[in-house]
């Protein structure tokens, strides 16, 4: 029997209970990944539903270096705790990598991501140096080890994590999709909230993953990955309830950024790559600050 998570003792308007409520409308959320706390913030800005913390861009972003299982639990959880601050209103959804250690680490990387203000956490099966699910060198560990971490994850929830748990796979790459499908529905059989089988390589494959194990699904849209970039209601209408962009953002300020340098360093300025001034400052959260300080304001003029 299929173990279902606790929704009584959920408070109505916390994050996990936000986001199981947005995952049973009838679309597919489109979701953003945010890379670090102003990306997290201009995606609340922006108007969307759910939020996802990437670990590829965090790594990149706090560390620079590729997510190749380089940063700590201790980093990750650190950004996630500024990430989910600065959007109080966006249900997240924070990359938990592996768990960092064994079961019991597991438990603690949940309830860590819990504390720390997300709606859920994604839990996947690679063998430790974990890998970005779309580049070489990834490996999976056994079935059953694989299970275990789920199985630890899901008890941290129903021992009081206010969070959902997603349950990631990359057997796809090694062993191929039937073994993918078999560790999707013994995830799902123990109990996790969402199923996100990685790297499928055809619109096919990703009809296939939802009709053989029946559940919440996320699909990941990797720009230049295996999978096709396809939009929200292709990806509703083959069984998915979230769609993660996780490069989007993070791709598009390192280019912006790249235009910016060559441009300065050619003895130019990038005028048409910029913000004008009252809106980064909008962005940034300057307006919101000045309009909470009026009632503390003292004569000290502000410039």
Known sequence: MTKSSPSS?????????????LLDEPRCHIMPCAFDALSAR?????????????????????????????ISYGEMIDSGRNICAAAPQLPLIGDGDTGYGNALNVKRTVKGYAQAGFAGIMIEDQLAPKRCGHTKGKLVVER?????????????????????????TDARHQHGLDEALERAAAFKEAGADILFVEAPHSLAELKEIAQAVPHKH??????????????????????????????TLLSAAAKAMQSALTTLKNGGHPADLLLEFDDLKQVVGFDAYYEEEKPYSTSRELV
């Open 9 to 21: 003792s959920t408070s109505i308007s916390g994050p996990s209970a936000q986001l199981r409520k």
């Open 42 to 70: 201009m995606i609340q800005q922006t108007g969307f539903d759910i939020g996802f913390m990437t670990g590829f861009g965090v790594s990149a972003s706090r560390i620079g270096q590729p997510d190749t299982g380089l």
């Open 144 to 168: 059953n080890e694989a299970i275990s971490r789920i199985q630890a994850a899901v008890d941290a929830r129903d021992e009081g994590a206010d969070i959902l748990i997603m349950a990631r």
């Open 218 to 247: 996320m699909a990941n849209m990797v720009e230049g990955g295996a999978t096709p970039i396809l939009d929200a209601k292709t990806l509703y209408e083959a069984g998915y309830n979230l769609a993660a962009y996780p490069l």
